[in-house]
């Protein structure tokens, strides 16, 4: 099944210690994005990508970067990793035809 | 700044009942429009997509749509406990063929 995957499902990683969560989707989408959800708060875009192209959300903080190396996988590092950035990291796809997003299953990350 | 306003809940309603989760946008240039369900700890999930004013219903979800007031709603009718969960609208932001807006989402519990 055409699905978007994401790795680890579980990330605990140490007060500044840099970290990586990937993304990969099999429904040939152009545009991949990364959201930060905190607790009962609404999804927050951090950036996404449309075929190549990177656009960054202007409030996202410089901590955090993307690299999409081809059109199936999508990377977020997190520079130093602080207390506040503890949440739900989301992944999700779409077309470029505006049919809604698909999401991967999350990355929760617990910075200790 | 485009908003998205949903009432926080909980909604609560008993099994069998219709639960009525109610959207509105601030984005006259939104054409196309999403509720996504979203499971505690998991991520979202897309269970209708409306782009007409009026209704369209799909099994027990009816999605309601009025562009001139800007309002969006959904309707689960024979409510089950398994519905319980947080409900996101998503309007599809107007400048973009792509890019959704979402909401924080109403907590919907179902009463055995």
């Known amino acids: 099944d055409a699905m978007v995957i994401q790795n680890p499902r579980y990330q605990v990683t140490q007060f500044g210690k840099p970290v990586t969560l990937s993304c990969s989707q099999t429904l040939n989408h152009n545009v991949m994005y990364w959201y930060q959800q905190k607790s009962s708060q609404a999804p927050k875009l951090l950036f996404h990508?449309?075929?190549?192209?990177?656009?960054n959300e202007a409030d996202t903080p410089d901590n955090f970067q993307s690299r999409r190396p081809n059109t199936s996988f999508c990377f977020l590092d997190i520079r130093s990793p602080g207390l506040g950035d503890a949440a739900m990291y989301l992944c999700?796809?779409?077309?470029?035809?505006?049919?809604?997003?698909?999401f991967g299953s999350g990355t929760r990350l617990t910075v200790v | 700044q485009k908003e998205v306003e949903q009432n926080s809940g909980p909604l609560s309603v008993p099994e069998g009942a219709i639960a009525s989760l109610n959207c509105t946008y601030s984005d006259r240039g939104s054409q196309s429009f999403f509720w996504y369900r979203q499971y505690s700890g998991k991520s979202p999930e897309l269970i209708m997509s409306i782009y007409s004013n009026g209704d369209k219903e799909d099994g027990r979800f009816t999605a309601q749509l009025n562009k001139a007031s800007q309002y969006v709603s959904l309707l689960i009718r024979d409510s089950q406990p398994s519905d319980s969960a947080t409900y996101l609208c998503?309007?599809?932001?107007?400048?973009?063929?792509?890019?959704?807006?979402f909401g924080s989402g109403t907590r919907l519990l179902v009463r055995p």
């Open positions: 998503a309007p599809q932001e107007g400048d973009s063929s792509y890019k959704l807006i």
């Open positions: 999700a796809t779409s077309s470029r035809t505006g049919t809604g997003y698909t």
């Open positions: 990508y449309y075929d190549k192209d990177f656009n």
